[in-house]
């Protein structure tokens, strides 16, 4: 068998082997992360045979390799017997197993819930050698009490390596829906070393009915070195939500920056290659309260431009490109151009989120849905990276000019999501409706309806900052198909949640606010404060701020400045933007029942000071089902609301 093969081998390989061997032997099998997200890429692809091979040519000097020989105590049916894939390693033989002593060095973490399922996360690394040749082996157990307690009632094993930086990502099945569970993980080889202990839920029925009030809490753009992560702890210390999402810039790709808290990256490197990335991962998920986070609650991500570089499209970000003379360096790191630049940021997000690949024939797809029996139906997009037209990416490519003439042509084919994920978006909201599901929740990166920004700019020239071509407001063909689709079906009872602006948002989009693109500027737009009538195809959307990312707000010093100037010409110039609120950070919590969603925005004032619990509400906004806007009159506590509201 040749060491190097071709990812088309590797492929008919696994295939043959899934006919021949007890399917459930295999490397992949177990840690998903070695077949995500590349199985097929070459560049990326992780060749399991050869890293079988090298464990079987290391045999001989396993013993001199291996810190320790210790043999597993006992061996459980359910543990392997001739594993790894190919049946050539026993466990009984412990010299193919490290045997030495493992850290759980980032506690655990949980994701994308379904009804019977979870992915379960964690690293296991050897303490004695950083890279051992031998296979890491793992074993997992959910429990049906919390805190480990109760009946286990899921359990199996899982190998890592260093090819996948001892990341461990598995599936749990056989649950109940909408149960809470325990789960932990051990080391095979001495079963008295373990994690940390972790919380799930399962997701309600997929065929669900009279389900419970569900709440969700939503983030977006946590940039490490800018702030503390309060606002992750808030969940986790008021126990008020079941489920996580983020909306990306989990990460932040800058070597340097941010506030003066000794928050600076490790590497003090922008990232390009994949131990970059990982590094960058690895440090993050140190943070307690991000860490907390994910092992008390599941999550669901999905990835915006930082996960990979800034302002990012299909084929390269404001600093990159394959063809661009300066488009192979980043910092002093020179050498990889973008699209190995883009493959290592995905791979490192696969090690270390535990996100599904809902198609492992289509390795570039993180766009996935989640069904909540009746009640909602969640909808999440990859607008940034599976097929995007070029974004704007001044001032390093200079294409302002073009990308801002071709923004506002409706007779436009530039795209966010690219064909073949615009017709899934459609198709899975109206089957959504079809069903007679609800409510729909659309999880979107960059803010949908339009904004004017002129005003967050203390003096403002002509060429000040206005309209962000970055958004969809760069893309506004199809959002007019998506708007006019959405009042052809009469889409009812689906919004938007959207991250991205370091700001807080609640807009009201239609056909008619956006149908002039960016030259709506009309004030006296919007419903009447006494006005409940349904509105045909209305898309509500709700911007959350930054967990920790500055924005506009920053440069006002002060709440009351960013408020009555900066915000108030926002909603003032700005059709479909009924509230803004720049000054503070924090996140949204979405509450949905049957008959109404709450979405409440928090803000935490001192998470450029320190770490701490100090959680206040901006504003809470309900959504009555069937009517497609908010209820008025508002109720915020901060922020600038449109006149009238
Ligand atoms: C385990 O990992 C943590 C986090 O990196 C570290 O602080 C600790 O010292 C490690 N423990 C051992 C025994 O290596
Ligand atoms: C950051 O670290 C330096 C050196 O350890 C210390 O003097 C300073 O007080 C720290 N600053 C903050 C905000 O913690
Ligand atoms: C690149 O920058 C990093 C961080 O400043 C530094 O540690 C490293 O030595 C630099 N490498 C080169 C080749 O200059
Ligand atoms: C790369 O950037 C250059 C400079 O702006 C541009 O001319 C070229 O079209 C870009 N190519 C790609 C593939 O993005
Ligand atoms: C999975 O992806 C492949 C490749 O893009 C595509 O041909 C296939 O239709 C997809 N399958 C499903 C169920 O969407
Ligand atoms: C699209 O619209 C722009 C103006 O918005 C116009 O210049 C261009 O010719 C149109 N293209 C087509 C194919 O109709
Ligand atoms: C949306 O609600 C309107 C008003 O109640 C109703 O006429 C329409 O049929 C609904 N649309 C769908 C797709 O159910
Ligand atoms: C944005 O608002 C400013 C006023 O602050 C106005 O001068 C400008 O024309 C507006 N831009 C657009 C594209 O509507
Ligand atoms: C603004 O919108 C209102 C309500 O739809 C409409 O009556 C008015 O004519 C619009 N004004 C402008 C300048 O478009
Ligand atoms: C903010 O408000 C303070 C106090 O009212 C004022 O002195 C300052 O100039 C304002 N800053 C900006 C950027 O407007
Ligand atoms: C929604 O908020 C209102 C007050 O704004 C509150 O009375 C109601 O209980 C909340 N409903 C849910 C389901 O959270
Ligand atoms: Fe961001």
Redesign the pocket.
């Known amino acids: 068998m040749p060491v190097k093969m071709s990812s088309s081998v590797l492929v008919a390989g696994l295939c043959l082997m899934a006919l021949t061997q007890a399917a459930n032997n295999h490397l992949d099998q177990h840690n998903l992360v070695y077949r995500s997200p590349y199985l097929n890429q070459d560049s990326l692809a992780l060749d399991t045979h050869a890293i079988v091979k090298r464990h079987e040519e290391g045999h001989s000097i396993l013993r001199k390799r291996q810190a320790q020989q210790v043999a597993p105590t006992g061996t459980p049916d359910n543990y392997i017997t001739a594993g790894y894939g190919l049946g050539v390693v026993d466990w009984a033989d412990a010299s193919y197993i490290f045997g030495g002593n493992l850290n759980f060095t980032h506690s655990v973490a949980s994701g994308d819930p379904y009804d019977y399922s979870v992915l379960l996360w964690t690293r296991a690394l050897p303490v004695e050698q950083a890279a051992v040749d031998v296979p890491v082996c793992v074993t997992y157990k959910v429990f049906d009490g919390l805190g480990g307690s109760g009946n286990v009632v899921a359990s199996g094993y899982a190998f890592t390596s260093y090819d996948v930086d001892f990341t461990v990502k598995v599936e749990a099945t056989g649950l109940k829906a909408s149960t809470y569970y325990s789960y932990q993980f051990a080391n095979c080889a001495k079963p008295d070393q373990k994690s940390a202990i972790g919380r799930t839920k399962t997701a309600p029925a997929k065929y669900g009915t009279n389900l419970d009030t569900q709440k969700f809490a939503v983030y977006s753009c946590s940039n490490c070195p800018n702030g503390f992560f309060n606002a992750y702890g808030g969940p986790v210390q008021n126990q008020d939500v079941d489920y996580v999402l983020h909306l990306g810039d989990y990460i932040y790709e800058y070597g340097t920056g941010g506030a003066p808290i000794n928050r600076t990256n490790w590497d003090g490197k922008e990232l390009a290659s994949l131990q970059d990335y990982r590094l960058r991962y690895n440090q993050y998920r140190t943070d307690p309260d991000l860490s907390a986070s994910h092992s008390n609650f599941p999550w669901i991500n999905i990835w915006d431009d930082h996960e990979t570089a800034n302002n990012d499209w299909k084929a390269g970000s404001q600093n990159s490109n394959n063809s661009y003379p300066a488009g192979c360096s980043y910092g002093n790191q020179t050498g990889i151009c973008f699209s190995e630049r883009a493959a290592n940021a995905k791979r490192a997000y696969h090690e270390w989120i535990p996100i599904r690949q809902v198609n492992v024939s289509d390795e570039q797809r993180i766009w996935r849905d989640f069904r909540f029996g009746d009640l909602i139906d969640l909808v999440a997009l990859d607008t940034r990276k599976y097929d995007r037209d070029i974004t704007d990416l001044t001032p390093t490519i200079p294409n302002l000019q073009s990308v801002s003439d071709l923004a ?5 084919s530039r795209s966010m999501t690219g064909p073949i994920q615009e017709k899934w978006m459609l198709d899975t909201i109206d089957d959504s409706l079809a069903r007679g599901t609800t409510w729909r929740m659309i999880l979107n990166q960059v803010i949908f309806g339009t904004i004017n920004h002129t005003s967050t700019t203390p003096n403002p020239t002509p060429t000040s900052f206005s309209i962000n071509y970055d958004a969809w407001d760069g893309y506004q063909a199809q959002r007019q198909r998506i708007l006019q689709h959405a009042h052809d079906k009469e889409w009812n009872n689906t919004y938007i949640v959207t991250g991205d602006t370091h700001a807080s948002w609640l807009l009201e989009n239609n056909l008619h606010t956006v149908l002039e693109g960016t030259k709506m500027a009309n004030t006296t737009l919007g419903p009447n404060p006494v006005d409940t009538a349904y509105k045909r195809g209305q898309l509500v959307e709700f911007g959350g701020t930054a967990v920790s990312s500055n924005g506009w707000g920053n440069t006002w010093l002060n709440e009351k400045n960013a408020t009555s100037r900066a915000a108030t010409g926002l909603v003032q110039n700005s059709g479909s933007l009924f509230w803004s609120e720049g000054f503070y950070r924090g996140y949204m919590a979405v509450e949905v029942s049957y008959s109404k969603i709450n979405t409440t925005f928090y803000g935490y004032p001192d998470n450029q000071v320190k770490r701490t619990q100090n959680r206040m509400t901006l504003a809470q906004f309900t959504v009555p089902a069937g009517q497609n806007q908010v209820q008025r009159p508002f109720k915020v506590q901060a922020g600038a609301v449109k006149p009238g509201n």
Do not use: A, G, I, P
């Open positions: 506002v042509q409706l007779n436009s």
